[in-house]
């Protein structure tokens, strides 16, 4: 499996941004489709966005939808999430996780998870 570290959480105020990385390492990044997920307290885990291997295809959830960009570089084994515009209601801990070959949208479909990292949107 591959294995997944997040970096880049931290306190922004509403409004602000921050971009959210996460370093592969492993196996062949290029083999595994990429998607960030999110857990505020006392809810489900959800799904925020989603990333082919290629990049050549993107989804979003509607509610960050215009707000966040989801990005990848096969050469440095990374993807990133530009998180922009963001609202309390953005506060979670996001995790990324990888998915072998084709594009998903919920968490039972990825097999490999990082250990997540926290954002807090103050308002």
């Known amino acids: 499996q591959v294995q997944l570290v997040e970096s880049g959480g931290g306190l922004v105020q509403a409004g602000g941004s921050l971009r959210l990385s996460c370093a592969a390492s492993?196996?062949?990044?290029?083999?595994?489709?990429m998607g960030w997920f999110r857990q505020a307290p006392g809810k489900e885990r959800e799904f925020v966005a989603v990333i082919s291997r290629s990049a050549g295809s993107t989804s979003y959830a509607d509610s960050v939808k215009g707000r966040f960009t989801i990005s990848r570089d096969n050469a440095k084994n990374t993807v990133y999430l530009q998180m922009s515009s963001l609202k309390p209601e953005d506060t979670a801990v996001y995790y990324c996780a990888a998915r072998e070959w084709v594009v998903a949208y919920n968490v039972a479909d990825f097999g490999s998870w990082g250990q997540g990292t926290q954002v807090t949107v103050s308002s």
């Open positions: 492993g196996r062949t990044f290029s083999r595994y489709a």
